[in-house]
């Protein structure tokens, strides 16, 4: 099984937006997240071995992208809305990628990742050698969202 593809870099990346509907403002948080002309591919946690941090996606339009994410929207003015994801890392594997999104602060939307990360940690054994996280917050106008990811790509 050693022949499959495994993403090799990774980033963390955020963005919140205002737009005329909620999947205009999703658009607008993935292009202010630097992510908003590729074509995502949802996947789960875990970041494979190896894979090295770069500090933003380069890669061409419309590229099929693997990401963990987290993305919350509202059409509730004055609604404040967060979304967060993290990275626990281990020195010898694989690492741990945790995602929340909620009707809370960007504070209280990193708190609950780097929580998620120390019990998913703490599950399989492992001890993160360091954990990153990065989150956004939006309050609402008219329709908003909150978005957060960790893209990986070969």
């Known amino acids: 099984m050693d022949h499959l593809p495994r993403p090799t870099k990774y980033t963390l990346v955020s963005g919140a937006s205002e737009g005329a509907t909620g999947l205009n403002a999703f658009d607008g948080a993935l292009l ?18 190896g894979a090295a941090y770069a500090g933003s996606l380069a890669i061409p339009p419309g590229s099929l992208v693997p990401v963990a994410y987290a993305a919350i929207t509202s059409e509730t003015p004055g609604d404040v809305i967060a979304a967060a994801v993290g990275i626990g890392r281990s020195r010898d594997t694989f690492g741990i990628i945790m995602e929340f999104s909620g009707h809370c602060t960007r504070e209280e939307a990193e708190e609950k990742v780097r929580l998620m ?20 917050q939006h309050k609402v106008e008219r329709a908003g969202c909150a978005f957060a990811a960790v893209p990986m790509w070969y």
């Open 32 to 49: 202010r997240a630097g992510i908003g002309n590729v074509n995502l591919v949802k996947v789960s946690s875990i970041l494979p071995p």
């Open 117 to 136: 990360i120390e019990d998913a940690c703490k599950k399989r054994g492992m001890i993160p050698a360091d954990v990153d996280v990065v989150g956004v």
